[in-house]
């Protein structure tokens, strides 16, 4: 385990850590999904509206292009033609992109190291039920050593008995 890993006792995960757990889950993952790319859209409408408003004629056309933008899919119908826009284009792209990448890689990261402790849990469990079955082998082994020698005690002290 690393330094910076949140299993470790005395160490705090960070907010990126502390937030991709939070996304992991099953519903978070679509409803954060969701509102970050609508919230990313609504900026990113609002913004190219105002920088670039001959060929975004409302705030609603920029969120639609926006949308297509940040979610990749850039259907072309409407193209920032500014300079401005098309810096503003190419930040929505640029975030876009690296949002689903590093959710993917979060989420990824996230279901591998919950794989991993599962694994370790049904690995330690299982040992503990080796060892147990072990112990218990041990026991009847043992109880079985001491029944032999009870009986060869007995034995012995027939035959002793009976010898002059």
Known sequence: MTERDPRRRNV????????VERITRARSVTVGLALTFVAMAVVGGVVIRFTDPHNFSSVGLGIWWALQTVTTVGYGDVVPTTHAGRVVGG????VGVAFIAFVTAGVTSAVIQRGEA???EADRIRDEQNT????????QTGE??????TRLDHIEAKIGASTP
């Open 12 to 19: 705090r995960p960070s907010l990126v850590e502390r937030r």
């Open 91 to 94: 930040v929505e792209m640029v």
């Open 118 to 120: 599962e694994a370790q």
């Open 132 to 139: 147990q079955r072990i112990i218990d082998s041990l026991t």
């Open 144 to 149: 079985a050593l001491t029944e032999v020698n």
